[in-house]
């Protein structure tokens, strides 16, 4: 799809993988980055040409629908909405107790934000000539991480979500939708599972993704999460294994 000239909204862009995004795609597009805090969105916009901050809650139907309103009035419109924020939890499910609040809160932010984020955008989507939805899953959709248990659950119910989105929209309109798996990326959110130490940059993941959607490449493995996918596929079990090896 064409790259410029775009009204491109992202949620959970004052950091890590979505700033990553705004940088990328704002030199010929205006962004719309979307946070709970102000101070930070404002501080990674400030030295960003065309990048611009909007302070809302994602798992708040009524800041979503301000965002909507928002992007009616003082932007016009949407062409692409990537559904980037996540929320995680690093525990031991059979140890640490409290998976159920935990998997509430993971999936409310990465399941049900973006389900009900595109259903509030689809209309404005609708109205462009050209427009995408991009849902940011992960390589744990395939293989779960066995310190990210509901994380992990969360993720692949996006990654089923988005493949029936996809299959719905190309009946009868112009969105395309794309899904971004990333490997480990260092990032401040990955922290704790060692994304410092051996992440990819968030960069990597960021230019990915901007040629995918140039090629119209639906399906995003970045790094690892293409190899781990083939060995998913030709061997669950093994690739289980593989993944949360000591």
Do not use: C
């Amino acid at each position: 799809m064409n790259l410029t000239n775009n009204t491109i909204l992202i949620t959970g862009g004052g950091s890590g993988i979505g700033l990553a995004i705004a940088k990328a795609l704002s030199p010929d597009n205006t962004i719309i980055i979307v946070g709970r805090t102000k101070e930070k969105l404002e501080a990674a916009a400030k030295d960003l040409h065309n990048v611009h901050t909007i302070q809302a809650d994602i798992t708040n139907e009524k800041d979503i629908d301000r965002l909507v309103e928002e992007m009616k009035i003082n932007f016009g419109g949407l062409n692409i909405l990537i559904n980037n924020a996540g929320s995680a939890y690093v525990y031991n499910v059979a140890k640490d107790g409290d998976a159920y609040s935990k998997a509430v809160t993971e999936f409310t932010t990465n399941y049900f934000a973006p389900i009900r984020l595109s259903e509030k955008f689809l209309p404005l989507l609708k109205q462009q000539s050209e427009a995408a939805i991009v849902n940011v899953s992960s390589i744990v959709a395939f293989v779960p991480g066995v310190y990210l248990p509901t994380y992990s659950d969360s993720k692949a119910a996006l990654h089923s979500h988005t493949q029936s989105l996809r299959y719905e929209l190309a009946k009868d309109t112009q969105v395309k939708v794309f899904e971004l798996m990333p490997p480990l990326v260092n990032t401040d959110f990955s922290v704790e599972i060692g994304g410092r130490e051996n992440g990819i940059p968030a960069s990597d993941v960021a230019n990915d993704l901007v040629k995918a959607l140039q090629e119209d490449i639906y399906e995003i493995r970045v790094g690892n999460t293409g190899v781990l996918y083939d060995n998913f596929f030709a061997a669950a079990e093994g690739a289980f294994a593989t993944f949360n090896k000591n």
